[in-house]
């Protein structure tokens, strides 16, 4: 699938809704790390950082949300796929 630069924000928002959907939460840091999911007083939370492109953003988010597990729920096959695209890239 071929996204366009500037579609990148908009499927960030769609990636952040599934995890919500998920009852996860994503936060964006600054710091000396990448990103992904880890867990914090019990609680899995998505960090990513948030100097990074939002290119690179979507691929650590997609990636979190493939470990986390996706298949429980109702995403649109649009978002499925840009997810599991995403998710093989990095």
Request: one cysteine or more.
């Amino acid at each position: 699938m071929k996204i366009k630069e500037k579609e990148f924000e908009e499927i960030l928002q769609e990636l952040k809704s599934v995890a919500d959907q998920l009852g996860e939460s994503v936060r964006f840091e600054k710091g000396d790390f990448k990103g992904g999911y880890c867990i914090i007083h019990d609680k899995k939370v998505i960090v990513i950082n948030k100097m990074t492109n939002v290119q690179k953003k979507v691929m650590i988010l997609s990636t979190a949300l493939k470990e986390l597990g996706i298949d429980s729920i109702y995403i649109t096959p649009r978002v499925r796929e840009i997810i599991d695209e995403m998710a093989a890239i990095t």
